[in-house]
């Protein structure tokens, strides 16, 4: 049993939040390998806080099922690292423990809310980590840190550990420097869990392939469209031209739905959180309230002092979703646009493999760029439909604008990961 690995963040990203123990060492397919793991990922008997001033010095009993996988497989788990607040924002600002920096430019953010997973790779801190994706949180600072990250499809990923946010949405993955890395990390964390009501009996034994001749891409043009910089979507469209001289070909196609998808997202998963983030009351989880005063304003003291702005506001906004004489209104309607989404991507794929386009619609921003809410929300468009179909999406460099990263985005049919690993393997492969 190998001791413990203390590490020492480099405070320039502070990727890192606190160390963890070594699984044991032996001849895992991770044997030797270091894995950062973001700290909404249960860690037996390591501060798990979500970056939350309310659960700081909550220690979890168990590991999440694929911390225990990890361990199985030989890896060091280096260290538990920063997000934004229970998953909830796009740039790793929103943690109690103040903001991770991007190691391309440290001016920047490294996106969210698997930030500091990103950066810690990014920087070489790791070789790989594992990130969570509610509505783009690995491929987001994947794409904004110049590296890969993959959102397996919904249930190949045991949920079991992970702290909820929006448990209809969200998934584990891996982040790496590299495709073949990520795909070694997905081989040891995927498949059936007993634990997970979620989870599917789907494997990932695989080795990426680089050929991809015949391959029909769908175009979306809604990804090249408005709010979309042109920049970045030329960068893109080049990276699409030479999978093109690799032997696929493209085939222009349409997402109506994603006029609503945002919306859409935006109302599921903060009225999942209003349900899931009830438990933080003081009395379960978190700090102990002043019993002196009513159960309502004690409650209310706990919630207000411990959780964040970002946190509270997605909480009352899940909660009047919910509410008496707007469910019908909000949430039922958010759940007609979901199903929307789902057939647009079926209808599309009856005619195509894969469809690609922009990771993300800018560069990484400048700190404290994205003050207000909405434009911060508005960054999300173009990763938030995987994750309402619950298909697979990565996230593999692509080239650069203004000098930093551009990350082109691969979705495939619902438990295709492997198909779509392949072709960000072959774009890998072409440009070196």
């Not at 998953?87 to 790793?92: A, R, S």
């Not at 949920?159 to 891996?174: D, F, K, T």
């Not at 990565?394 to 198909?419: A, H, K, N, Y």
Request: glycine share 12%.
């Amino acid at each position: 049993m190998a001791g413990t690995i203390v590490f020492e963040p480099d405070d320039r990203y502070n990727a890192f939040l606190s160390t963890a123990t070594a699984g044991p060492q032996g001849s895992g397919t991770l044997s030797g390998v270091m894995v950062a793991v973001k700290d909404n990922i249960s860690t037996r008997g390591i501060e798990t806080t979500c970056a939350s001033k309310i659960l700081k010095g909550y220690v979890p009993p168990y590991d999440a099922h694929v911390v225990g996988l990890l361990k199985a497989a030989g890896a060091t788990i280096a260290g538990k690292t920063n997000l934004d607040e229970f998953g909830m924002g796009t740039t790793t600002e929103n943690s109690a423990f103040g903001p991770t920096l991007n190691p391309r430019d440290t001016s920047r953010v490294p996106g969210g809310s698997s930030g500091g997973s990103a950066a810690a790779v990014a920087a070489g801190m790791v070789k790989v980590a594992l990130g969570t994706d509610t509505g783009g949180s690995i491929r987001c600072p994947a794409a904004f840190c110049g590296i890969v990250g993959l959102k397996p499809s919904y249930g190949r990923v045991s949920r079991y550990g992970l702290i909820a946010y929006s448990n209809s949405l969200e998934q584990i993955g891996p982040l790496g420097r590299t495709v073949s890395d990520v795909s070694t990390l997905m081989g040891v964390i995927a498949g059936y869990d007993r634990h997970d009501s979620t989870s599917q009996n789907k494997p990932y034994n695989h080795t990426p392939k680089a050929d991809i001749k015949g391959l029909k891409i769908g175009i979306p043009a809604e990804y090249f469209g408005k709010g979309v910089d042109p920049d970045v979507a030329a960068v893109v469209k080049k990276a699409i031209g030479r999978l093109e001289e690799l032997g696929a070909t493209t085939v222009p196609c349409s997402i109506p739905s994603m006029e609503y998808a945002l919306a859409a997202y935006y109302v599921t998963c903060t009225s999942e959180a209003s349900s899931n983030l009830a438990r933080f009351d003081g009395v379960r989880y978190g700090p102990a309230p002043d019993w002196k005063k009513s159960w309502h304003d004690a409650f209310q003291d706990v919630r207000g002092s411990a959780f964040g702005a970002e946190v509270r506001r997605r909480i009352m906004l899940g909660t009047f979703a919910l509410s008496s004489g707007y469910y019908g209104k909000y949430y039922a309607k958010a759940q007609v646009a979901r199903r929307n989404v789902r057939e647009d991507f079926n209808r599309i794929f009856r005619d195509v493999d894969v469809i690609a386009g922009p990771t993300m619609p800018t560069i990484a921003f400048k700190l404290k760029e994205k003050s207000d809410p909405l434009s911060m929300y508005l960054a999300d468009i173009l990763t938030v439909p995987a994750n309402l179909a619950g298909i697979p999406s990565i996230s593999v460099p692509c080239g650069t604008s203004q000098g930093m990263p551009v990350g082109l985005q691969i979705m495939g049919r619902m438990f295709e990961d492997e198909r779509v690993v392949d072709v960000a393997y072959a774009y890998e492969q072409a440009v070196n």
